[in-house]
Nanobody, 126 residues
Framework: QVQLVESGGGLVQAGGSLRLSCAASGYIFNNYAMGWFRQAPGNEREFVAGINWNGGNTYYADFVKGRFTISRDNAKNTVSLQMDSLKPEDTAVYYC???????????????????WGQGIQVTVSS
C-alpha cells in the first residue's frame, strides 16, 4: 500500500533552515504530483508547496514564496522541502501528500490528496 514517511523536522531558531524529506513507497512515484501541507495547533491544514510529476512545475503558498523550495528525486522516490529564513509562524506539523490521481498539479484542495504521511513537527523559536 502507499506509504509516505517524513523526516528532517525539529527545532530551529528564527532565520534558520531545515530540510524535510518524504520517502514514498508502494506505488509508481513518478505517476503522481506531490505536495507539502502544514497544520498549526487550532488551525486548519493548509497548502505549503506542490510539484508535478517530473519536477518541471512547482507551486507555493504566498506565505512561503522565496523562502521554501520543493523538489523531487524520482530515482529515489523522495520529495523534499527546503525551508530557509524560517519564522516562528512556520511552526506546525508538516505533511507530505500524494494526489489521488494525476501527474499534473491541479490545485491544492485537500480532498484531491488521498494519501498522507504521519506528519513531522517543525518548531521555530523566536
Amino acid at each position: 500500500q502507499v506509504q509516505l514517511v517524513e523526516s528532517g523536522g525539529g527545532l530551529v531558531q528564527a532565520g534558520g533552515s531545515l530540510r524535510l524529506s518524504c520517502a514514498a513507497s508502494g506505488y509508481i512515484f513518478n505517476n503522481y504530483a506531490m505536495g507539502w501541507f502544514r497544520q498549526a495547533p487550532g488551525n486548519e491544514r493548509e497548502f505549503v508547496a506542490g510539484i508535478n510529476w517530473n519536477g518541471g512545475n512547482t507551486y507555493y503558498a504566498d506565505f512561503v514564496k522565496g523562502r521554501f523550495t520543493i523538489s523531487r528525486d524520482n530515482a529515489k522516490n523522495t520529495v523534499s522541502l527546503q525551508m530557509d529564513s524560517l519564522k516562528p509562524e512556520d511552526t506546525a506539523v508538516y505533511y507530505c501528500a500524494r494526489r489521488t490521481s494525476g501527474r499534473s498539479w491541479n490545485g491544492s484542495m485537500l480532498a484531491d490528496f488521498g494519501s498522507w504521511g504521519q506528519g513531522i513537527q517543525v518548531t521555530v523559536s523566536s
